[in-house]
Nanobody
Framework: QVQLVESGGGLVQPGGSLRLSCAAS????????MGWYRQAPGKERELVAI???????NYADAVKGRFTISRDNAKNTVYLQMNSLKPEDTAVYYC??????????????WGQGTQVTVSS
């Protein structure tokens, strides 16, 4: 059974920092592209950052220079360090694990989400 369990969300003032964690189980973690997505009220879910085991990363323009994705394959955990937070970063943040399967299929898993609220 695949599980992605996020933690680290909460309420923070503008300009503050948070670190999200996502612990994965039931998958060969090193084989997966791990990502963070977010969904604000009334908006579609959007990509925040993704990272591979080869340390390739990609970020949404809105978070470049402020957020950093990292992963510890030994702990099956991916992190999202969020600095200089803004009110527009307020959203539910979701962890994602993705990889393509042989033959054209794909494996795609989601965590339950963690709320991040940036407000004074």
């Amino acid at each position: 059974q695949v599980q992605l369990v996020e933690s680290g969300g909460g309420l923070v003032q503008p300009g503050g920092s948070l670190r999200l964690s996502c612990a994965a189980s039931g998958i060969d973690f090193s084989m997966y592209v791990m990502g963070w997505y977010r969904q604000a009220p009334g908006k579609e879910r959007e990509l925040v950052a993704i990272g591979t085991s080869a340390n390739t990363t990609n970020y949404a323009d809105a978070v470049k220079g402020r957020f950093t994705i990292s992963r510890d394959n030994a702990k099956n955990t991916v992190y999202l360090q969020m600095n200089s937070l803004k009110p527009e970063d307020t959203a539910v943040y979701y962890c994602n694990a993705f990889r393509r399967a042989l033959g054209g299929g794909r494996y795609n898993y989601w965590g339950q989400g963690t709320q991040v609220t940036v407000s004074s």
